[in-house]
């Protein structure tokens, strides 16, 4: 069984990690970073399709914005609770706003339609998507290479293939549960202050 998943993470994983990073991605990132150290893949590889699907998420939502603003999936986006905090920080600091939405777990989505309704040129937006796309990747991919290298001092070079899946998705869930968990505790928090 181990056999099977360790073979579909090397043929599919790349994929997920594009998929992944297309949307929040935060533990997909880290989680290629892990496999990358692990040899399942190749390292630039690894961090090259995370860039390129952290870069695309957020261009096909700006434009989703720009061009598309009268679209229900838009529409339901202006209604969620952090909209119009985001629509008063673009407004005010719209470079530094492109460049951290991304860092603001839960966020991401909201936050790149926004710049996408805010009057933020096409070619600045995608010079500050592309720099913070690089930074991202290289921060959360180089926290799993490092993941890895540390499971490997704690658990020894030895450490089989599949024990090296297992310890990769036990991490990637903890790391989801508390980013989703803290996510939530905020919007509460924001609901009942707002």
Known sequence: MTDTIHLLVAKYGLLAIFVGCLAEGESVVILGGFF????VFVPWQAFAVAFSG???????????GRRFSSHAFVERMRQKPGFSHAHRLVNAYPNSFVFFNRYAYGMRTVAAIT?????????????LNALSALVWVTLFGSL????GMGAEKLL???????QRLIVALVAA???????????HHFFRKGKKNG
């Open 54 to 64: 952290a870069f695309i998420g957020d261009a096909a939502l700006f434009f989703l």
């Open 115 to 127: 710049a996408g309704l805010s009057g933020i040129s096409i070619p600045r937006f995608l010079v």
């Open 144 to 147: 799993g290479y490092v993941g």
């Open 156 to 162: 020894g070079e030895a450490l089989a293939e599949h």
């Open 173 to 183: 869930v903890a790391i989801t549960a508390t980013a989703w968990y803290a996510a």
């Open 36 to 39: 990358a150290h692990q040899r």
